[in-house]
């Protein structure tokens, strides 16, 4: 039995995405803890959160990724991000004047409660959220749908969100990436020498040679002093491709640093 973990806990967008390849999941606490499981434990994949299409690049996995783990992308996952407010069963919309969820839906929310006029109460997830106000028919909770099945609670209003067209991108994470599809993409994560002048130009112009699309470029800090910069690049193309193999030995040779975090399916 291939086990998958996933940030958690149970009610969440990431118990969304790992629903997608496996009902063997296991709820783990901390992106970190997810990645160690399938590293140094009994999980087959993890799936955590990379990127929302409105709050950006999500750090954590990207600095694990980078500094902490030697794990390789299997298969991306796109998930519809659709806020509802839950309450309990008994409350009324009317009633409310506090809503709890994660930082993130509330911020992705911040029209509907300005327009309620809610008072807003951070917590570690949006099924921590829906624990919090069991019982208290005067607060409210921001979380998916499948989360009022599993709190007891009812959805008193559906996609709260400010964007209706917000999607979070998540990564199913493996000790091996995925075989060649003739569809695919490769991430990798690279850094330049900041004393050589137009270098990561010269990386750029790299795939342009090729003909090559990038699909996301982002920088992160390098965690090694101010103006020094990690690149995580995607672009479309399998690693074990001979053009690709030559895109990623020239990398190599002009970088000072390259770790590549393997080629997968794209998203359909």
């Known amino acids: 039995m291939n ?6 806990p149970s009610g969440t967008f990431s118990q969304e995405a790992a629903e997608k390849i496996s009902d063997n999941l296991v709820s783990l606490c901390t992106i970190p803890a ?11 994949y993890g799936v955590v959160p990379i990127e929302n299409s409105i709050e950006g690049p999500v750090g954590l996995t990207l600095d694990s ?3 902490n783990f030697n794990l390789k992308i299997f298969k991306e996952i796109i998930i519809p991000i659709n806020h509802c407010l ?22 992705q929310c911040q029209g509907y409660i300005f ?20 019982n208290k028919n005067n607060c409210a909770a921001i979380a998916n749908s ?11 209003d559906k996609s709260i969100q400010d964007i209706k067209n917000n ?3 998540f990564v199913v994470l493996s000790k091996e990436d995925h075989e060649y599809t003739g569809f695919d993409k490769t991430s990798i994560i690279f850094s330049v020498d900041d004393d050589r002048l137009g ?8 795939f342009n040679k090729f003909n090559v699309n990038l699909t996301k470029i982002e920088s992160r800090p390098s965690k090694e002093g101010l103006g020094n910069y990690l690149f995580f690049i995607d672009f479309q193309g399998h690693r074990n491709e001979k053009h690709v193999i030559k895109i990623l030995n020239e990398i190599n040779e002009k970088s000072i640093f390259l770790k590549i975090l393997g080629s997968y399916p794209q998203f359909k």
């Open 3 to 8: 086990l998958v973990s996933f940030l958690g």
């Open 34 to 44: 997810v990645m160690d499981s399938v590293e140094r434990k009994n999980c087959k």
């Open 65 to 67: 990724l980078a500094h």
């Open 86 to 107: 839950l309450v309990n069963p008994e409350a009324n919309l009317s009633d409310i004047t506090d809503i709890y969820s994660h930082n993130q839906a509330i911020s």
């Open 115 to 134: 327009e309620k006029k809610f008072n807003q109460h951070f917590t570690l997830s949006t099924a921590k959220a829906c624990e919090l106000i069991k």
């Open 146 to 156: 499948k989360a009022s099945t599993i709190y007891g609670l009812k959805v008193a």
């Open 167 to 169: 999607k979070t991108r």
């Open 199 to 206: 270098q990561l130009y010269e990386i750029l112009g790299i």
